[in-house]
């Protein structure tokens, strides 16, 4: 394979890494599939030209590690979306790990050019008096695409972008990411530069941590028992975890949000939330090699044989200072833009083709079925999803029995979802009240427990069955729902 491979994957990858956030911010299942798709199927067919070469294995072995908490998850089907992401970034990682220094700029300059039209949607949002979200559903999501932007064009000297996007990220009023921003500063002034360049630097770093920790303590309060609730899923499953993207539906168990406050789908720290879903040993790794490539000072040395982009530093450690007050690496397409820049940090990267006399037929015969696997993974949550949308439809316009035929298929082609077996529950509870036929009651009931053991962390659902035993009139099943709810759901068991 030749060096035009490397060329075309490059603008290939390019591409992916620029649209996702434009298609409705990447937190869309389509758009998820759409791009993992893409993005693993190409991956596998490119790769086998990319190899043998001397990466790293830590985050591959981090990816294995993680792969198996899905499988030993309590709940293996509330894991594949955020399964699939978590791989995708890893195979990003190792595209920009094995791409020459050249393509990576490619890559780059792309990323930055869909940053630039964000931004001018932005400032139009900004006009209109709505929150400056870009094409993000969130400020703080598109403060940390900016953030993983901003830093490597300081670092490259282009001071008007990075002054550009900077204001862009104070008017997002993103307080994890102005926190960021200032200790990136105040490394930098530390670094390098002379006395006026120390003196602009300490002030700017000033003013923005300033406006950074401006007091909210709400905000706090709010974080601080997100934080504990992940603290506790630590204490039950410090090895493997819950599994991987558990937490916002493990969180109900583990804490009930008081008056004020508020649930939430993530911990706002991702050490945390990683530690939560994968436990503390792959968590460690992770972090501890990511914190192992940072170690070089910014302005100092690069390591022998080894080209590190400019900015790669910077932009790692600023996304990595603000995922410790807030979610943005769960939105996917920061995580794999993220993930690029830690691949720009691997040690040896491939600058040329690797001579070999591997043959080319069989090889590229197991990328393509390596592609066509990732890309059957990837659409099969997409399927499934459209197949629940449709019966939620029918059963939300009163045709609750029409629904019952296609979330018995869903159910059974979906064995770890319980999406639809609850949704399946509530219908056959619905019918039967209001039919007043208690053969759905026996058949809300098995549906519910169906539920229960596809995701026994949901309060609620435990509450509903209990209800459907009582109208059949069995008091030791109310009770032994009550039993199986208490070993399961922390603070309900703490109450009594």
Known sequence: MSRLSDRAFAVYLAAMLAAYPLLRGGMDVWSQTIIQSALLGGFCVWVVSALPARVTALPLCAAVWWLACWALSPAP?????????????????YCAALLP??????????AAAVSWFMLAVAAYQLL?????????????????WLLLIAPAMLARGKWFQAAAFIAAIALTRSR???????????????????????AAALAGALLLGAAAFRADIFSLVQRLGWWQAALDMIRARPLAGFGPGTYGF???????????????IWAHCYPLQLAAETGVMATAVWLGWIVWRLRPAFAGPQDPGQTVPVGAREAVAAGLVMSLGDYALAAPP???????????????????????????????????CAAALAVFACTRQHDMDVKLIRARSLSDSGRTEESFSPLREICARHPGEPSAALMLARAYGAAALSRKDGAYLADAAAAYEEALRRNPFHPAVYDELAKIYSLLGDKRLVADVYIRKASWIKWWQNRG
Do not use: Q
């Open 128 to 144: 209109r008096g709505d929150d400056m979200t870009g094409s993000f559903a969130n400020r703080n999501v598109f403060a940390d």
């Open 250 to 264: 493990v969180y109900p168990a583990f804490h009930v949000p008081g008056s004020g406050e508020f649930s939430s």
């Open 77 to 93: 089907g509330l894991c594949r979306e955020a399964a699939l992401n978590w791989i995708t970034g890893i195979a990003v990682f």
């Open 334 to 368: 920061v995580f794999l833009l993220f993930c690029w820049w830690l691949g720009c940090l691997a040690p040896s990267p491939r600058e040329t083709p690797p001579d070999c006399a591997r043959p080319k037929i069989p090889s590229l015969i197991f990328g393509l």
């Open 101 to 110: 220094d050249r393509e990576r700029g490619k890559i780059f300059s792309a």
């Open 176 to 198: 994890a990411a102005l926190a960021a921003l200032a200790l990136i500063f105040i490394f930098r002034l530390a670094l390098s530069g002379g006395i006026l360049k120390k």
